[in-house]
């Protein structure tokens, strides 16, 4: 096969300006809240299944928080913001702890 | 499919109640809004609470988006409510009562459950609900905070059907 372009071996990648390090999205029990509406923000907007909705929102409702989704600090301020639409109480943080 | 709907029932007088708080909340975030109301402040969360720097920074760059996003939603679900406004003193009592079909496009649901949490928000503030205890049923507020809850759970489960 044809490689369609060829890598330039000589380009410096400054792997120190790389933002490798994880961040996450915590959200946080509210009294106001309700469960299954809850439930629905994670899977409408998570994409993620019935049973791992429940299980967040579980986890907010009895451990008080749960962290909803990990990555790159900017694309964590995003789903922040989404979860604030949602009047979900999140925050943002780095998950090395 | 986008003619997917989303049916909620309501009588005349839950229609006429919502369209009073939906008309307040409009003027709590719209255009002459006050920053400094702490029911706008349950609006918009600190992301940072242990980082005052980037909490600021980045409320300086989000609350006026989301608090006009707010505005939107609201003025989506006033919209849906107009046919259902009446002059309910002049409505015999079973007319003020009786349920009536509201039919939500699919894609305006969102900007309903919104804004239904949103004046739980506010009225929780203006309350003093921090958890789930918090309960004074003396006072009428919490009749429409918790009319409000079921309204939500209501809307939820009928859109919970279609997913």
Known sequence: MIPLATPDIDEQLDLSAAPLEPWEVVVWNDPVNLMSYVVRVFRTYFGYSLERATMLMRQVHHDGQAIVATGPRETMEVHAQAMHDYGLWATVRKASR | ?163
């Open chain 2, 1 to 163: 499919m986008t003619d997917l709907t989303v049916r909620v029932r309501m009588a005349r007088v839950e229609g006429a109640q919502l369209v009073h708080l939906v008309d307040d909340f409009r003027e709590l975030v719209g255009a002459n809004r006050d920053v400094e109301d702490p029911a706008i402040g349950r609006l918009i969360p600190d992301p940072y609470p242990e980082d005052e720097d980037s909490s600021r920074a980045f409320r300086d760059a989000t609350r006026d988006d989301l608090l006009d996003r707010r505005a939107l939603d609201a003025d989506i679900v006033r919209t849906a409510l107009a046919g259902m406004r009446g002059d309910l003193g002049d409505m015999p009592r079973d007319e003020a009562f009786a349920e009536h079909d509201l039919d939500i496009p699919l894609s305006d649901v969102d900007a309903w459950m919104r804004t239904l949490t949103a004046l739980r928000l506010v009225i929780a503030e203006r309350l003093g609900i921090q958890n789930d205890d918090d309960h004074d049923p003396d006072d009428p507020r919490y009749g429409v905070y918790d009319w409000l809850g079921y309204r939500l759970e209501l809307t939820v489960e009928a859109a919970d059907r279609l997913l």
